[in-house]
């Protein structure tokens, strides 16, 4: 099993940026894929991005594709999400999960507890 804890959050103005971080314990961090999910309020968690085992491949939801940069430090089990251009409706909880390489929840057996990111407009 693997734990996960993600950090960063907070509150920021549209246009600036956040840096999310999950941290992971055990040492099978690197035989995980990570994503990277939020959930805004009243809405169904949604994908935004996701990195292969080795930070090789990544992936990204059309409507964070060019401004979030997903990567990883699997000599420190940790997993980044880097927001720039943020967006009011960037505004969610962002949640980290480790599993199996996809975009569908049901491929993440293992996540955060979340943090919350709001941009204020």
């Known amino acids: 099993q693997v734990q996960l804890v993600e950090s960063g959050g907070g509150l920021v103005q549209a246009g600036g940026s956040l840096r999310l971080s999950c941290a992971a314990s055990?040492?099978?961090?690197?035989?995980?894929?990570m994503g990277w999910f939020r959930r805004a309020p009243g809405q169904e968690r949604e994908f935004v991005a996701a990195i292969s085992l080795s930070g090789g491949t990544t992936y990204y939801s059309d409507s964070v594709k060019g401004r979030f940069t997903i990567s990883r430090d699997n000599a420190k089990n940790t997993v980044y999400l880097q927001m720039t251009s943020l967006k009011p409706e960037d505004t969610a909880e962002y949640y980290c999960a480790a599993g199996s390489w996809g975009t569908r929840e049901d491929t993440y057996p293992y996540w955060g507890q979340g943090t919350q990111v709001t941009v204020s407009s």
């Open positions: 055990g040492r099978t961090f690197s035989r995980y894929a």
